[in-house]
Protein backbone atom coordinates (compact mmCIF):
# COMPACT_ATOMS: atom_id res chain seq x y z
CA UNK A 1 0.00 0.00 0.00
CA UNK A 2 1.38 3.26 -0.89
CA UNK A 3 1.79 6.23 1.53
CA UNK A 4 -0.99 8.15 -0.57
CA UNK A 5 -3.48 4.84 -0.30
CA UNK A 6 -2.67 4.63 3.21
CA UNK A 7 -3.91 8.11 3.93
CA UNK A 8 -6.86 7.99 1.83
CA UNK A 9 -7.62 5.01 3.88
CA UNK A 10 -7.37 6.66 7.01
CA UNK A 11 -9.79 9.61 5.34
CA UNK A 12 -12.09 6.69 5.16
CA UNK A 13 -12.56 5.51 8.36
CA UNK A 14 -12.24 8.80 9.83
CA UNK A 15 -15.42 9.49 7.21
CA UNK A 16 -17.67 6.79 9.88
CA UNK A 17 -16.81 9.13 12.47
CA UNK A 18 -18.63 12.58 10.93
CA UNK A 19 -20.86 13.86 12.65
CA UNK A 20 -23.78 15.72 9.92
CA UNK A 21 -27.70 14.93 11.67
CA UNK A 22 -28.96 18.08 9.57
CA UNK A 23 -27.55 17.29 6.14
CA UNK A 24 -25.93 14.33 5.61
CA UNK A 25 -23.29 15.78 4.06
CA UNK A 26 -20.29 13.87 6.30
CA UNK A 27 -16.88 13.76 5.52
CA UNK A 28 -13.91 12.58 6.53
CA UNK A 29 -9.83 13.96 6.02
CA UNK A 30 -6.31 12.60 7.05
CA UNK A 31 -3.58 15.10 6.93
CA UNK A 32 0.06 13.61 6.09
CA UNK A 33 2.83 15.29 9.03
CA UNK A 34 6.08 15.44 7.10
CA UNK A 35 7.63 13.18 10.08
CA UNK A 36 4.93 10.64 8.81
CA UNK A 37 2.01 11.00 11.40
CA UNK A 38 -1.42 11.02 9.97
CA UNK A 39 -4.03 12.99 11.90
CA UNK A 40 -7.19 12.35 10.41
CA UNK A 41 -10.60 13.61 11.88
CA UNK A 42 -14.84 13.73 10.61
CA UNK A 43 -16.73 16.68 9.89
CA UNK A 44 -18.45 18.37 13.10
CA UNK A 45 -22.08 19.63 12.49
CA UNK A 46 -23.75 21.75 14.17
CA UNK A 47 -27.10 23.38 14.79
CA UNK A 48 -25.67 26.80 14.29
CA UNK A 49 -23.74 26.31 10.86
CA UNK A 50 -20.68 28.67 11.82
CA UNK A 51 -20.05 26.76 14.44
CA UNK A 52 -19.36 23.68 12.02
CA UNK A 53 -16.03 22.16 11.72
CA UNK A 54 -14.60 20.89 8.57
CA UNK A 55 -13.01 17.40 8.41
CA UNK A 56 -9.76 18.93 6.82
CA UNK A 57 -9.66 21.75 9.25
CA UNK A 58 -10.57 19.60 12.50
CA UNK A 59 -7.32 17.33 10.82
CA UNK A 60 -5.55 20.08 11.38
CA UNK A 61 -6.50 21.23 14.49
CA UNK A 62 -5.40 17.88 15.83
CA UNK A 63 -2.44 17.93 14.11
CA UNK A 64 -1.10 20.93 15.45
CA UNK A 65 -2.61 19.97 18.87
CA UNK A 66 0.25 16.80 18.73
CA UNK A 67 2.75 19.54 17.50
CA UNK A 68 2.72 19.19 13.62
CA UNK A 69 3.37 22.12 11.64
CA UNK A 70 4.85 20.86 8.70
CA UNK A 71 2.05 18.77 5.87
CA UNK A 72 3.09 16.97 2.92
CA UNK A 73 -0.63 15.68 1.94
CA UNK A 74 -4.50 15.55 2.51
CA UNK A 75 -6.70 12.92 1.67
CA UNK A 76 -10.32 13.74 1.73
CA UNK A 77 -13.48 11.28 1.72
CA UNK A 78 -17.03 12.03 1.23
CA UNK A 79 -20.74 10.57 1.73
CA UNK A 80 -21.72 12.27 -1.10
CA UNK A 81 -20.08 12.96 -4.80
CA UNK A 82 -20.83 16.73 -4.48
CA UNK A 83 -18.01 17.06 -1.92
CA UNK A 84 -15.00 16.20 -3.52
CA UNK A 85 -11.96 18.85 -2.30
CA UNK A 86 -11.82 20.77 0.79
CA UNK A 87 -14.14 24.05 1.36
CA UNK A 88 -12.10 27.06 0.59
CA UNK A 89 -11.73 28.25 4.13
CA UNK A 90 -10.13 24.84 4.63
CA UNK A 91 -7.56 25.38 1.84
CA UNK A 92 -6.28 28.46 3.19
CA UNK A 93 -5.76 27.58 6.53
CA UNK A 94 -4.00 24.36 5.41
CA UNK A 95 -2.06 26.34 2.72
CA UNK A 96 -0.46 28.35 5.56
CA UNK A 97 1.16 25.49 6.81
CA UNK A 98 1.61 23.84 3.84
CA UNK A 99 1.74 25.51 0.33
CA UNK A 100 3.26 22.55 -1.15
CA UNK A 101 0.07 20.20 0.47
CA UNK A 102 -0.66 17.71 -2.06
CA UNK A 103 -4.86 16.94 -1.91
CA UNK A 104 -5.75 13.34 -2.86
CA UNK A 105 -9.45 13.06 -3.22
CA UNK A 106 -12.22 9.81 -2.66
CA UNK A 107 -13.30 11.15 -6.07
CA UNK A 108 -10.12 11.30 -8.31
CA UNK A 109 -7.92 8.73 -6.17
CA UNK A 110 -5.17 8.79 -8.96
CA UNK A 111 -4.37 12.91 -9.10
CA UNK A 112 -3.28 14.33 -6.45
CA UNK A 113 -3.71 18.29 -6.82
CA UNK A 114 -1.73 20.54 -5.43
CA UNK A 115 -3.03 23.09 -3.46
CA UNK A 116 -2.53 25.53 -5.19
CA UNK A 117 -4.23 24.93 -8.01
CA UNK A 118 -7.51 24.50 -6.19
CA UNK A 119 -6.98 28.09 -4.05
CA UNK A 120 -4.80 29.71 -6.73
CA UNK A 121 -5.11 33.63 -4.82
CA UNK A 122 -4.71 32.81 -1.64
CA UNK A 123 -4.05 35.27 1.29
CA UNK A 124 -0.86 35.57 1.65
CA UNK A 125 1.56 36.15 5.28
CA UNK A 126 2.76 39.40 4.15
Known amino acids: MTELTTLLEAARQALMLAYAPRTGR ?8 EDGRIFAAGNLEIANYASSVCAAKAALV ?3 AAGARRFTALAVAGAGADMPYPCGDCLQALIEFAPALLILSEA ?3 RPVPIADLLPDAFGLG
Open 108 to 110: DPD
Open 62 to 64: CAF
Open 26 to 33: QGGAALLA
